[in-house]
Nanobody, 133 residues
Framework: QVRLVESGGGSVQAGGSLRLSCVVD????????LAWFRQRPGTEREGVAA????????????FVKGRFTLSRDISRDNAKHTLSLHMDSLKPEDSAVYYC??????????????????????WGQGLQVTVSS
């Protein structure tokens, strides 16, 4: 089981930046897929960015187009990860509730798999991001 606590978000004008953070407390030792998803009003949840703690690759949703950066820090005792999403050049269409999520097994071998919400069982509470024009 994994506990995820999100912070950040808020309101910003178009072209601005925001940073989202998620502290991931995993109760079992191992590697995880950690990701951010978002859900815009009236749409399905979609993958924003994801990484595998046992590797170096980060994948992004096609709509990101280089504007967002996903990063991860790990505590000294390896017990907690902090997953951060730095968002630049925000657009009104980026307004959504953003969720942090974690997946342990099985391996998600492709980008579509890593960005598919149904592959993740552990979720944060969600953060509202509002971008005004």
């Amino acid at each position: 089981q994994v506990r995820l606590v999100e912070s950040g978000g808020g309101s910003v004008q178009a072209g601005g930046s925001l940073r989202l953070s998620c502290v991931v407390d995993a109760y079992t030792y191992g590697d995880y897929y950690l990701a951010w998803f978002r859900q815009r009003p009236g749409t399905e949840r979609e993958g924003v960015a994801a990484l595998f703690t046992g590797g170096t690759r980060t994948v992004y949703g096609d709509f990101v187009k280089g504007r967002f950066t996903l990063s991860r820090d790990i505590s000294r005792d390896n017990a907690k990860h902090t997953l951060s999403l730095h968002m630049d050049s925000l657009k009104p269409e980026d307004s959504a509730v953003y969720y942090c999520a974690a997946h342990e097994t099985p391996l998600l071998r492709t980008k579509p798999q890593a960005l598919r919400p149904s592959n993740y069982a552990n979720w944060g509470q969600g953060l509202q991001v509002t971008v005004s024009s």
